[in-house]
C-alpha cells in the first residue's frame, strides 16, 4: 500500500515537473518531416496537350522570406489562454510570437513557416497574407492599455525582423488593416505613433497637410493597400489605425486629409 501511494506521489511530481506543450512539440517535429517530404517533391507537371516537361535540379536556392509584419491583440484574458489555444490543433489559429504583459517573449513557429494568423485578408493586390508575413500576438483583452514593458520588447522584436528579413516600414501593420470590419486588433490603445517614431510603420506628420481638392480618398485608401470593396469599413480601419480618438466610418475633412498624408508615405 505505501509502496502504491509514493509511486503515485512520484507519478505526480513527474507529472507536474513536465513540460504541458510536450504533445505539440512532437506534433510540430512530425509537421516539419512532412513539410520536408512535400518540398523535396520532384513531380513533373503533367500538362498534357503534348507538352513535355521534366525536372532538373538548380543547385541556387533558399528558402523565402517574410516581407510584412501583422500586429495583433489576443482578447483573451492571459497568456496561458493563448499558448493553449495556438497549440491545439482543432483552434487552427497560431502566431511566430507571443508577448506578454510582463514583456517575456515566446516563440511559437520558425520564421520561414507559414502561421496562421491573418485568415481571410487582403492588402493591395495580396490575398495570401500568411504566406509572406510574420504574426505577432500581443497578450491584451483588447480594452486594457498595451503595458510599457510589452511595448519594450514589441520594439526590440521589430528591430530584429526588421533587419533580418529587409521588411519595408509600411509593411507593418495591423490585423485590422487586411481584414476590415472582420477584425479589430490590436485596439484604438495600441501605439502606432510611438512605434512609427521608432521606425516601425507610418504615421501622420504633426502638422497634417490639407488634400487637395480633387483628391480621391478611396483610390488613396486603395494603394495604401485598404480593401474598399465595402469603403466605410474600409474607412473605420484606417481610423482605428491612424485616428483612433474617432473610430467610424465618417469620411470628414480631417480624415481625407490623414488618409492624403499615410497616401503620399507610400
Ligand atoms: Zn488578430
Known sequence: MKLIFYFLLLFTLYSCGTNPYRASEKSQKTQLKSLKET?????TLGLGS????????TVNFNLRKPNYIILHHTAQDSIQQTLKTFTLVEKQVSAHYVIADNGDIVQMLND??????????????TTDINSISLGIELDNNGIEPFSELQIKSLLALLAKLKKDYNIPTQNIIGHSDIAPKRKTDPSMLFPWKLLAENGYGVW?????RVAPENFNAEMALRI???????LPDAIKSFKLH?????????????????????????
Open 50 to 57: 503534348g507538352i513535355k516537361s521534366e525536372f532538373i535540379s
Open 242 to 266: 491612424f485616428i483612433q480618438t474617432e473610430v467610424d466610418s465618417v469620411l470628414d475633412q480631417k480624415t481625407i486629409d490623414a488618409i492624403y498624408d499615410i497616401y503620399l508615405k507610400q
Open 204 to 208: 501622420t506628420d504633426p502638422i497634417i
Open 39 to 43: 518540398v523535396s517533391k520532384k513531380d
Open 112 to 125: 520561414y513557416l507559414r502561421a496562421w494568423h491573418a485568415g481571410a485578408s487582403t492588402w493591395g493586390k
Open 224 to 230: 495604401i493597400g485598404y480593401d474598399t470593396k465595402n
